[in-house]
């Protein structure tokens, strides 16, 4: 089901939907483009409350799975889970800023390092939370849970995704895939 109702779009039922827009609207977020505290401070919010989700997470070991939870004018809020050699690819958020909550399992993250070349990793399990601006380039790989599970908030909302390929000489994007042609493509929840 999707709902859409005064510019938020969420693919809950109605009933918690409006329970995710009171959680949201209680953080007193500013309009415009959030920061990245301020998406930490979305994605613990409702990392915290597994109720409104938990029984919609599906485990799906040959296709990475994700689910709109709420989306308005300037953030959008997604669940995503993770199996077995499951991994995100090489990417970054196509201008948006974000944050993540791991309420399951645990995912490594590597990531282009300052020097735009070298890869640095952290790991991230259940309580664990993170960030990053619009510049960050990553790519996520399950590592334990069965499966694990992560809440995401990115401000503005995904447009799209630029991929990368990690060379000698850093990294170099090799495809842009705008958000609307994903969706088209896929059912909820489903992930290419």
Do not use: C
Not at 69 to 92: A, G, M, P, T
Not at 138 to 164: C, I, N, Q
Not at 170 to 181: H, I, P, W
């Amino acid at each position: 089901m999707v709902v859409v109702s005064e510019t938020v779009v969420s693919e809950l039922d109605e009933s918690r939907t409006e329970q995710l827009r009171e959680l949201l609207e209680g953080l007193g977020l500013p309009e415009g483009r959030l920061s990245t505290g301020e998406l930490e401070s979305v994605v613990r919010a409702v990392a915290a409350r597994p109720e409104l989700f938990e029984d919609l997470v599906v485990d799906d070991v040959t296709n990475r799975w994700w689910l709109l939870l709420y989306k308005s004018d300037n953030y959008e809020v997604r669940i995503l889970s993770w199996e077995r050699d499951q991994s995100s690819d090489w990417h970054d958020h196509g201008g948006s800023s974000g944050a993540f909550a791991f309420t399951a399992g645990t995912v490594i993250e590597y990531y282009r390092a300052s020097n735009q070349v070298d890869i640095e990793t952290v790991r991230y399990s259940a309580g664990d939370h993170g960030s990053f601006d619009p510049a960050h380039v990553h790519d996520m790989l399950y590592e334990t849970g069965r499966p694990a599970v992560s809440v995401h908030a990115y401000s503005p909302p995904l447009k799209g995704l630029t991929f990368y390929e990690r060379t000698a000489l850093g990294f170099v994007a090799r495809d842009f895939l705008l958000e609307e042609v994903r969706g088209e493509s896929r059912s909820p929840g489903s992930r290419p």
